[in-house]
Structure formats: structure tokens, C-alpha cells
């Protein structure tokens, strides 16, 4: 052992800049992580073990200068519980890694003429039933997407983009959130799976592009409502733009998914396995270039920025 506290080793260091990667062992990573979904959370809990977690949840390495500004994007609709784990999971986890980075929840909402059902009266839950009831199509990627566009308008400097489900805890520190040569996915070995990769193009879960490598794909999909393909559509625009996928060893890319039922409103999408032959036609009309959405709200809380978005519904 090298320090006596993380106070002793803080001082130790000097502003320089971050290190690339963290070489293993280290002092700043820990490695393989116990990761449990049993012992209840709460966002209070969250704020509290978080401090140095700026409003909106942002945070900056104190002690050098980080290379990367990532924007950490993740689609949203009624997964609050999940959400708890998450923050409580990942804030300190990518602390360790030096990097700096802002968290996005990108929720959901239907249009105006939903909403008009709150002035129903009533109980709370049935008003609340009578929102779920007419909810749209969930779609991940076009939310991906909307964060991509929102996080440059919060702030131009971000460089990095991670995608990330909002049930997905990395079980190693060393997996590192921040963009690389090429495309990366992070999720390479989940406990679903029985911690393999499930195909060779399989690209759900978590990525991260950069924000020209984001660029030169035309972005995500905006086209795939319900569940299913659009990671794989995004995988076929990487390979056929010239760009590989780049990952994690599989000991160290391992992930834990909070158990859950297949959500309302995301229904397996029937047409996604004829989409996915498309990519190569689609790709260039559909994307970040033709995105269109309204905007509903931003909202700065302390452990990351809500962004309410209408995105429509299926043709
Ligand atoms: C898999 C992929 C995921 C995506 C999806 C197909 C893995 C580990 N993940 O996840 O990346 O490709 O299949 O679309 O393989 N969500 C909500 N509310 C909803 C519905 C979805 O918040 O009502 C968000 C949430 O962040 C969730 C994510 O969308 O984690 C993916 O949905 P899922 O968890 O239901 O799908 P799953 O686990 O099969
Ligand atoms: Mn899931």
C-alpha cells in the first residue's frame, strides 16, 4: 500500500492530467465491485454519500485535469426505483475514474392532449392510471438521440457520449466511461447472458462514441418504436461506416441488470429484424439530421438534469 488515506494521496498528487487509462492495481480504481439490488436506496441517501456531485450532476476530478468531457445519456420512462441504484452505483464509481462528466435522464411523456386528462380529478393513482393508459410507444433511440442534441446545448464542450440503460451497474471499476478510437461498447458480458457475448454484433446496454464518431453515423435511429434491433441498427451503422467496435475484456466488462417485466408501451417491435436489413438505405435520411421533437422541460437536480421530451408516436 502507497497511502495511508485518500486525503494523504490527494495531496500527493499535482494538477496534471488525468491518466488515460488506470493501470491495474491501482489506487484510484478498486476493481471487481459487489453490486446488490435488496438493500433499499433512497435519493436522499444518494445526495448525501455524493457531495463533491455538482446540481444537475456534474462533477469535475479535483486533483487533475481530465482529457474527456463525457455526457452520460439515459433513455427514461417510470424506472424511478431503478434510477436510485443507478446514481448510488455509478457517481462513485466514476469518480475513481477521473473522468469529467454531466448525467442526463431522457424522459418520455406524451403530447399535450394527454396531459389535458390531469384536470380528470379524482385520486391521485387513477389520474396516474389514466396517464400510463395512454401512453406512447417508448423509443430508445430517438431519446438517445434528443440527449445528445440537449447535452451540446447545456454544454458545447462535451466531446464524449455515453449511452446507457438504466438498469445496467457495471461490476468493475475498470471498465472506464470515456470514448476511445473507435465505437465502444461496455456491456460485453452480462449476468443474463451468462457473462458472454450473446452475438458478435450484439451492442445493447451501454455504449460510448464520440462526438464525431456519433457524428459520422448520422447519429441513432429515430425510427424504431417498442423494443428491440435499434442497438443492432447502430451496430450496422459503425461497420458500415468504416468504424469497428471496440470493447473491454470480457473479465473486466461485466455487468448486473436489475431483475424487471417487460415495461408497458414497449412491446417487441415486429419489424425490427426486416429493419436491420435496411440500415445501409435508412441511415442517411434517418438520424441526428432529420431528429424533431418538442421539448417539454429541463430540470436541474442535485444528482443529474432531467430532460422531459414529446417525441411522437408511430406512424
Ligand atoms: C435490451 C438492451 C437495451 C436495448 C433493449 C431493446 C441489454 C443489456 N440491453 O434491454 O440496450 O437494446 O434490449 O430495445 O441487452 N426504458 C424505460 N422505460 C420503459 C422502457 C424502457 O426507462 O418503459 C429504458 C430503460 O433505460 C431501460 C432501457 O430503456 O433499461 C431498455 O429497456 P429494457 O430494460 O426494457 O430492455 P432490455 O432489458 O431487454
Ligand atoms: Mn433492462
Not at 469529467?100 to 396516474?128: C, K, L, P, S, T
Not at 470515456?178 to 461496455?186: A, T
Not at 458472454?196 to 435511429?221: D, E, H, M, T
Request: net charge positive.
Amino acid at each position: 500500500l502507497l497511502y495511508h488515506s485518500r486525503q494523504e494521496l490527494q495531496v500527493t498528487m499535482t494538477l496534471t492530467m488525468c491518466p488515460v487509462g488506470i493501470a491495474l492495481p491501482s489506487p484510484l480504481t478498486v476493481g471487481r465491485l459487489l453490486i446488490e439490488f435488496s438493500s433499499p436506496m433512497s435519493m436522499e441517501r444518494v445526495q448525501r454519500e455524493n457531495p463533491d456531485v455538482r446540481q444537475g450532476g456534474k462533477y469535475t476530478p479535483p486533483d487533475c485535469l481530465p482529457r474527456q468531457k463525457v455526457a452520460i445519456l439515459i433513455p427514461f420512462r417510470h424506472r424511478e426505483h431503478h434510477l436510485k441504484y443507478w446514481l448510488h452505483y455509478l457517481h462513485p464509481i466514476l469518480r475513481r475514474q477521473k473522468v469529467a462528466y454531466g448525467i442526463y435522464i431522457i424522459n418520455q411523456v406524451r403530447g399535450a392532449g394527454a396531459r389535458g386528462w390531469r384536470g380528470w380529478g379524482g385520486q391521485a393513482d387513477i389520474v396516474e392510471f389514466a396517464l400510463q393508459f395512454g401512453e406512447d410507444t417508448f423509443n430508445r433511440a430517438k431519446l438517445l438521440n434528443v440527449g445528445f442534441m440537449e447535452a451540446l446545448k447545456d454544454d458545447e464542450e462535451y466531446d464524449c457520449f455515453i449511452f446507457s440503460d438504466v438498469d445496467l451497474i457495471p461490476m468493475d471499476d475498470r471498465n472506464l466511461y470515456r470514448c476511445y478510437e473507435q465505437p465502444r461498447h461496455f456491456a460485453v458480458g452480462m449476468d443474463k447472458f451468462g457473462f458472454r457475448l450473446p452475438y458478435a454484433g450484439y451492442f445493447g446496454g451501454v455504449s460510448g462514441l464520440s462526438k464525431s464518431q456519433f457524428l459520422k453515423i448520422n447519429g441513432f435511429p429515430n425510427e424504431y418504436w417498442g423494443w428491440g434491433g435499434e442497438d443492432d441498427d447502430i451496430f450496422n451503422r459503425i461497420s458500415l461506416n468504416g468504424m469497428k467496435v471496440s470493447r473491454p475484456d470480457i473479465r473486466i466488462g461485466r455487468y448486473r441488470m436489475i431483475k424487471h417485466e417487460r415495461d408497458k408501451h414497449n412491446e417487441p417491435n415486429p419489424q425490427r429484424f426486416t429493419k436491420i436489413q435496411n440500415t445501409k438505405m435508412t441511415m442517411k435520411r434517418d438520424g441526428i439530421s432529420s431528429l424533431q421533437y418538442r421539448l417539454v422541460e429541463i430540470s436541474r437536480q442535485p444528482m443529474y438534469t432531467n430532460i422531459t421530451v414529446e417525441i411522437g408516436r408511430p406512424p
